[in-house]
Each structure stands twice: as C-alpha cells, then as structure tokens.
Nanobody, 116 residues
Framework: QVQLVESGGGLVQAGGSLKLSCVASGIIFRINTMAWHRQAPGKQRELVASITGEGSTNYADSVKGRFTISRDNAKNTVYLQMNSLKPEDTAVYYC??????????WGRGTQVTVSS
C-alpha cells in the first residue's frame, strides 16, 4: 500500500521559512519523480517543484530562487525548503510520487499559512 505522509506545515510570518517533508512507503522511491504541489482556496492545484530519481529539478516561476526541493533516497523522503515566504504562498501543500508509465500517488497535504 502506497503512503505519502507530509509534515512541516504551519503558520509563519511573511519573509519567514518553513521546511516540508514527505515520507514515502510502498513504492520504489529511487525511481519515482517526487513533487510538491499546492492548492489555495478557490484555486486549482498547481505544481510547485519536482525532482527526478536522478536529481533533476523543476520549479514554478513563482517560487524560483525561494524554494528548494531535495530528496534523500536512503530515507524515502523528499523535502521542500521554503524561504522568503509570501502571503500568496498560503495553501495546502501536497506531495506526489510517480514512477515511469505509472499512476501518480498523492499525500493528504499539509497546511501552510503565511501572515502579512
């Protein structure tokens, strides 16, 4: 059974930092592209950042230079370091995992709230 469990969300002031973690089980972690997505109230879910099994990364323009995605294959964990947070970063953040030619699995999400 695949499980993705996010943690690290919370309330932070604008300009602050948070680090999200997502621990995966039930998958061959090293072959999965891991990603962070977010969904703000009334908006569609959007891709924030992704990282392949080889470590190649991709970021949404809105977070480039502020967020960093990384992974630890030994710990089956993907991270999202978020710096210089803005109120518009407020959303539920979801972790996903997708192996080549396979379905995407989702975590339940963690709330990030940035106050102005």
């Amino acid at each position: 059974q695949v499980q993705l469990v996010e943690s690290g969300g919370g309330l932070v002031q604008a300009g602050g930092s948070l680090k999200l973690s997502c621990v995966a089980s039930g998958i061959i972690f090293r072959i999965n592209t891991m990603a962070w997505h977010r969904q703000a109230p009334g908006k569609q879910r959007e891709l924030v950042a992704s990282i392949t099994g080889e470590g190649s990364t991709n970021y949404a323009d809105s977070v480039k230079g502020r967020f960093t995605i990384s992974r630890d294959n030994a710990k089956n964990t993907v991270y999202l370091q978020m710096n210089s947070l803005k109120p518009e970063d407020t959303a539920v953040y979801y972790c996903s995992a997708q192996a080549p030619f396979s379905t995407r699995f989702w975590g339940r999400g963690t709330q990030v709230t940035v106050s102005s």
